[in-house]
């Protein structure tokens, strides 16, 4: 059996991050085979948990308590459906140095001993507290369970040390102060932790964003009068878990005059001749996601909407040429216009439109760039991060805009762009 997540088995040099940079990232098919070496998924494993551990060794925290689906995937290598993901139903212990524990939704756990053998099987437990308080405290799951980890982290030889807690429901914050728990901020050590993504990590992400150039080409297709936003959003769902997708996550599909101001979701509207349109596109494969703009006129494209489309185009590329190693963040979104420039009162009211932002197991990751918070608190690009840039630029016209987003993957001298279908020109969709 493979044990690859035991402590004894992690070495220095599960932390090196084995890139490969060549003339181009690839994107492999997603089947295993014997003639491409692929997904190394015992080194993924191995990677993420050396990385945990150094990040909880670089923090005044002594264990880690998680509760965020997205760091208990990092951690365990366990994920049992996307409907778990805002139900609060699953937990990971990560103290001292011993393997991860994690207690999950009933008969997952046993699953979890016949089937994740990297994990020690007695640290795969059946557990819940309060799945988003539906289980109320006072049934004392939570007291419980707060007792039984307090345990293992004294056991371990660690109680006298903070408990890094990613997020939790209040009562559950509660329980473990009772148990004379020291609760600091864990999200933050796994965020420093998720930073920097290895080789295999590139390559999912690199194949999930495969994924969507073919979605977007359909769509190019399929835009034309008389179709609904909602429906190319059916069809987007459809392609994608055709393709392998674990989770579309949503996708906004804006038209016409929804445009302006961006509502980010997507409607039943009818497209119309003449319209701009946008699309994001936030999927995951293996848990690696994507976040993704394109734009699209529908048969024919007024000089407003052009004009907006080239500066989207312009706004984007300024920033692309900033990405290399060693840059920050604020040197990033300076090239952006102010909220001001793009008809909003102030960067609060624009956050989110000129952005930038890490892409991983999680949608939102380090580091996020964006005039509201960057210039003030810079953060510095490294190699292995990969993230998502995108902007946003309404057209005189008072209703259209344009959308571009580009995902990045910083190499060791710049970066590469990995989100490749065509956006240099506004794309025509059935031109007249």
């Not at 003030?376 to 344009?402: K, N, R, W």
Request: glycine residues 8%; contains cysteine; hydrophobic residues 40%.
């Amino acid at each position: 059996m493979s044990r690859a997540l035991m402590p004894n088995m992690l070495t220095p040099k599960d932390l090196e991050p084995n890139w490969e940079w060549r003339d181009k990232l690839p994107a492999w098919g997603h089947m295993s085979v014997d003639f491409e070496r692929r997904i190394d998924h015992d080194r993924l494993r191995r990677y993420r948990l050396a990385r945990t551990r150094q990040a909880l060794q670089n923090s005044p925290a002594g264990t880690l308590l998680l509760f965020d689906v997205n760091n208990i995937r990092y951690v365990s290598a366990t994920k049992i459906g996307e409907w778990e993901r805002d139900k609060m139903c699953r937990f990971c212990l990560l103290t001292g140095d011993d393997s991860p524990y994690v207690w999950d939704f009933g008969s997952a756990a046993e699953h979890h001993k016949r089937y994740s053998d990297w994990l020690e099987p007695s640290h795969c437990l059946a557990g819940v507290v309060g799945m988003r308080g539906t289980i109320p405290p006072e049934f004392g799951l939570m007291k419980k369970y707060a007792k039984q980890i307090a345990g293992l982290i004294r056991d371990a030889g660690m109680g006298d040390m903070p408990v890094g807690v990613d997020y939790a429901e209040t009562a559950m914050f509660h329980a473990l102060q009772e148990e004379g728990l020291h609760v600091i901020d864990g999200q933050q050590i796994m965020l420093a932790a998720r930073e920097i993504k290895n080789w295999d990590e590139i390559q999912l992400l690199t194949q999930a964003a495969s994924m969507v150039d073919g979605v977007y080409h359909m769509i190019y297709e399929e835009l034309k009068p008389g179709v609904r936003e909602s429906d190319i959003v059916a069809l987007s769902n459809k392609m994608l878990y055709e393709m392998g997708s674990d989770d579309v996550e949503a996708i906004n599909a804006i038209s016409g005059e929804r445009c302006n101001p961006h509502p980010h979701n997507f409607t039943d509207r009818l497209i119309r001749p003449g319209d701009q349109a946008f699309f994001d596109i936030l999927q995951s494969y293996q848990g690696y996601r994507t976040c993704y703009y394109r734009t699209f006129n529908v048969g024919r494209a007024t000089p407003a909407q052009n004009d907006a489309y080239v500066k989207a185009r312009e706004w984007i590329d300024a920033s692309i040429s900033m990405i290399k190693p060693g840059v920050t963040t604020d040197k990033v979104a300076e090239v952006w216009p102010k909220a001001e420039e793009f008809g909003f009162p102030n960067e609060d009211a624009a956050f989110g439109l000129q952005f930038g932002h890490g892409l991983g197991l999680a949608l939102h990751e380090r580091p996020i760039i964006s005039r509201a918070v960057s210039l003030d608190h810079p953060m510095e690009i490294q190699t292995g991060m990969v993230f998502a840039l995108e902007t946003y630029c309404p057209a005189t016209d008072g209703y259209s805009a344009a959308r571009i987003e580009e995902e990045v993957v910083v190499t060791e001298n710049g970066c590469e762009v990995i989100s490749l279908f065509p956006a240099e020109d506004l794309p025509i969709a059935n031109r007249y």
